[in-house]
Structure formats: C-alpha cells, structure tokens
C-alpha cells in the first residue's frame, strides 16, 4: 500500500475545525481536532477503519485458525519454534473502562538454552524486496498507535517493539531494517527506529524509549533519544503507545539532508519524547516502507522456558497520517 498516493484533503479540513466558544475572543480558539486526534471522533475505535486519514487498524478480533492466521493481507508473520504470536483470548482496558473486544495479540517467546528469540508481525509500507513490488513508493511521515500490555511475570529485558524503517532499492545491497552494528547508514541505503521498552535487567520497573539508526548517530548501535517526560510503564497493565515518525527533507538544489526529521512518543496520551533535528536520509526516495511488531530478546533468561515462555500483549493498533490519541472507551 502507497501512502503518497491517498487524499488529504480530508486531513486538511478537519485540521482548520475550530472550536467557537461564546465570549471566548478569536485568538485564542484553537484547532481542537488536530490536538485531540483522529480516535476522538470514534467511540471505542468503531469505524476508524475508514477515517479517510487512516492507512490500516486492526484490533486483533478477526483472526482465523483459532487466533493462528491474520486476515488476509494484514500481515506477515514471523515463525519460529521458539516463539509463538497468535491473537488470544483477552481484553484490553483503557483507564476509564474496558476496551471493545475480546481478543488480544500475544507474542510468546522462550528459550532453549542458546541464541536470540524473536517474534511477532510486519506490514509493508511501500516497495521493501524490491522496486517491481508494486506497493508504491512508502511514506515520509506516520503515525502509529497501539495498546501494549507486558505480561505479569515479564521482567526487564532487551527486546526491539515497533520498528519503522525502510530501504534504499537503488542500492543493490541496500541494508534490511534491523540490521545491527552498522555505524553509516546511509551509505547502506536504511534506516530504522524501534519504539521498545527499557529497565534494567530483571526488573519490573520500565519506560518506553526509542533506539534509532540515523544518520548521525555517534557509534555502531541505536541511539536512545532523552526522555522529557517520564512515564514508567507498569508490567500488567494496559499503556497506550504512539509514535510519530517524519523524515528529514533534502535540499533540491544542493543535496543537503537537512536535519528537520521529527521523532516523537506519547505514553497514555502524555508527550515523553521529541526530537526534531533528527536525519534518516539523503536520498529524498528512501522512504517509510516496512512496520514491525515484534519481541526480540537477545538472550532470554533460563526461567522463560517452552512452559513459562515472556508474554507481551497488543491491541487497537491504528496506523494513520496524523495524530491518532488514545482510544475513547466505550461507553457505559
Ligand atoms: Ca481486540
């Protein structure tokens, strides 16, 4: 699917829908919807499916095989007999109430012993294999917003969560997204960012954060952008998680990347994080084309065995073209 291509005329009219308040003086109304976002015009998400600003939702309730097989086309799964990710039984809650549904993502993963576990999904944004895909060119800026729950007995772990990035098809060895220990990334044609969690080993206590491969990063690894805000994420419960990524743009005339690339996270609908100066690129055609969802533990402790595997838990995942916020709940 090709963002580039898809209307925005609707983003822009709700974007200039003002809010007029009898006596309130004309400065200072403000663009209500543009702050509160697109999942506040739908009561526990029913119907932002079609929001005309929405690329693709899924809520994880119309998954076959007994929760084993996606809808058709949503995703691409990662398999492995270490890991299992499968939609389950459960219910996500929002802090005024239960959420819609019944059915929830789990991503399991254990170990045997040895090695690296990963699991989870990806969608593909744009052309990612190769230019005759025929998914279109990708996006320069997303959003992205899902409920995210650590399973009770998870404890502080290196993993990767949410990853957007995308490659370079003009390079023929053109790095895949995920691809560690490469210092310059753009002389390897990618780039990507993971929204995933951090704590110290073994504890229960956690923040999101993000961990960036752009182009001006010091060393081989990911970056970790400062935290503004604190927000701890609480191992059992529901947090809502929601990222903005926009690309740098690039200087026509002269080819300079400029460093205008925004990164930002809300946590339960409180800004944590922005970076506005960031650069992925400088090639204007490396675009935004691959979305993954997935656990990778570089490692997992003994105790997460095939009978006692490290559970996170998703739901209400929207990707869309502007701001998306916290779902409304229900109401009861
Ligand atoms: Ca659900």
């Known amino acids: 699917m090709g963002c580039r291509n898809k209307k925005r ?3 822009a009219a709700v974007c200039v829908l003002v809010v007029t308040l009898a006596g309130t003086p004309a400065s200072a109304q403000r663009p209500v919807e543009a702050d ?32 084993a097989q996606p809808p058709a086309g949503a995703w691409s799964m990662r398999k492995s007999n270490i890991s299992r990710t499968h939609a389950v039984d459960g219910k996500m809650t929002t802090p005024s109430g239960p959420g819609p549904g019944s059915r929830v993502l789990e991503i399991a993963c254990w170990t045997e012993g040895t090695g690296s576990q990963v699991g989870g999904l990806s969608r593909k944004l744009g052309n990612y294999n190769h230019a005759n895909e025929g998914l279109g060119d990708g ?17 502080g772990v290196q993993n990767h969560g949410g990853n957007l990035g995308g490659r370079d098809l003009k390079l023929p060895d053109a790095a895949w997204v995920g691809m560690a220990a490469i210092r310059d990334i753009a002389s390897r044609g990618y780039f990507y960012s993971g929204v995933q969690p951090y704590g110290k080993l073994g504890s229960p206590q956690m923040e999101m954060g993000f ?16 935290i503004q805000k604190n927000m701890p994420i609480r191992v059992g419960e529901w947090h809502c998680v929601e990222r903005h990524m ?11 990347a400029r460093a205008d690339g925004v990164e930002e996270l ?13 650069r992925f690129r400088r090639v204007p055609h490396l675009r935004i084309t691959l979305f993954s969802l997935e ?24 990707m ?13």
């Open 139 to 155: 996006c320069d800026e997303i959003y992205l917003r899902w409920y995210q729950k650590f399973d009770e007995n998870y404890r």
């Open 266 to 278: 809300w946590i339960d609908g409180q800004l944590s994080i922005r970076k506005a100066d960031v």
């Open 36 to 67: 509160r976002g697109i999942a506040a015009r739908y009561v526990a998400d029913r119907g932002i499916e079609k929001d005309p600003d929405v690329i693709f939702a899924d809520d994880f309730e119309s998954w076959t095989d007994n929760g």
């Open 211 to 226: 961990y960036s491969y752009h182009m001006d990063k010091k060393g081989p690894w990911g970056e970790n952008y400062p």
């Open 9 to 11: 005329l609707a983003a």
């Open 246 to 256: 926009k690309l740098n743009s690039v200087d026509e005339k002269t080819g300079e």
């Open 295 to 318: 656990t990778y533990y570089h490692g997992l402790p003994k105790e997460f065995d095939a009978a006692h595997p490290i559970k996170v838990y998703y739901d209400d995942l929207v």
């Open 320 to 332: 869309a073209r502007r701001y998306i916020g916290p779902m409304q709940a229900p109401q009861r």
